[in-house]
């Protein structure tokens, strides 16, 4: 019976910890299992301070993908930011990607205007139109200082 | 004139004897710091060269993680629900209470879950472990086992090994998701935040960066945990304040208790900033 109890006990703790353990890998660390159903896409910003690999991409406020790698354009000094689009959103080739944060202190994310055009991108297509991070700090000075060489 | 030649001496008989004695305590610690690294190495190398006995490895598996279940539970439910309540303290002042989810999910994947989960472990397994080993060195166990021609590295310290590493991320990841809920109930049920948003903030926040580092720094605990607490009750006859009885398991215990703390909070830090 003691062994029963020994062997049952570590096979249920096994199973708890490993039930556990999986939980966080996939839900919390998106650790895809399953063969993700997402196609990528690039897109190039002046500046995108504060953007983190694995930010959301949003549509009309739906999640609808995620950052998956952020690059720097060694000729153009521009960021390339790659991202995974989940498969079933087919965005138009004058889709607008503009980076927006999340409350006042909030996290950065990518926000997608859809465009009108009858042309969809293709993966790995690069969106042309893009609005790159506004940094609060450099509108004040540009406020400040403008209005002092004004007068 | 004599009499200052004679304190002259005095002094520089106790400078000398000042600096001998750190010399010997500095010479003591080299030496025990090279054993423990040695058992460490011996002990590694026994646990994954054949043969393997699966059945003393359940039985560490059950000491140290099926029977600290628990404890992790109780303490995981109770560590979310406290960082929640403060979380949420602050994040109401700047109006931004949705950010509780990833506030509790991060703090607890990189930091709390294992280091809380591993300061459980080491006050439930590894001070038992320390006094276990302990009592068989002073009983004369272990030079018992060498007479016999079993090796104490494999037969004692080995399946405690295999052991640890494997509990310790298991015992780490219960206390997340335990710690997780928790948190949510204080945020949703007590403070009526939105379910979605406790979640989703958590699974838009924390990456496979947080977890990897949680998961890395759980086994890397799990290690020191078990090695610090059975080298000092392995190498209990080379303490040399004496007292080769009950007082001497009393204090190798307590040294390895103290210790593995230290060397967890240490490690937490260089992991933490090898990684972030």
Known sequence: ?????????????????????????????????????????????????????????????????RVSNIDLDHEDYEAIVEMTIDEGVRLQEDTIASIRTQGIIGDRFIKLSPGGSDVYLEPGEEIADTESAVLLEELISKYIFESDSGK | MGLARGHLAVIAGALVRGIEAAGDRGLYLVRMSGMMTLLLLRSVARAVTPPWRPRPVIRQIHFIGARSWLLIVVSGAFTGMVVALQFHDTLVRFGTVSLLGSAVGLS??????????????????????????????????????????????????????????????????????????????????LFGIS?????????DSVVWNDVKMGLIKSIVFGL?????????????????????????????????????????????YVISSVMA
């Open chain 2, 195 to 203: 379910a979605g948003a406790y979640f989703q903030g958590m699974y």
């Open chain 2, 108 to 189: 607890l994947v990189r930091e709390l879950g294992p280091v809380l989960a591993a300061l459980m472990v080491i006050g439930r397994a590894g001070s038992a472990t320390c006094s276990e080993i302990g009592i068989m060195r002073i009983d004369e166990q272990i030079d018992a086992l060498e007479c016999m021609a079993i090796d104490p590295h494999r037969f004692l310290l080995a399946p405690r090994l295999v052991g640890g590493v494997i509990c310790q991320p298991l015992l780490t990841a219960m206390f997340i998701v335990v710690g997780v809920v928790g948190g949510y109930f204080v945020g949703v049920g």
């Open chain 1, 1 to 65: 019976m003691k062994r029963i109890n020994l062997e049952l006990g570590v096979g249920l703790f096994l199973i708890a910890g490993i039930g556990c353990l999986a939980w966080i890998a996939v839900k919390l660390g998106d650790v895809g299992l399953l063969p993700d159903r997402t196609y990528p896409l690039n897109a190039r910003f002046v500046s995108i301070s504060g953007l983190k690999d694995g930010a959301t991409v949003e549509l009309a406020g739906v999640r609808i993908g």
């Open chain 2, 224 to 268: 020191l945990i078990v090695w610090i607490c059975s080298a000092k009750g392995f190498l209990l006859h080379l303490n040399r304040d004496g007292a080769f009885g009950a007082e001497g398991v009393s204090r190798a215990t307590t040294e390895a208790v103290v210790l593995s703390f230290i060397a967890v909070l240490f490690a937490d």
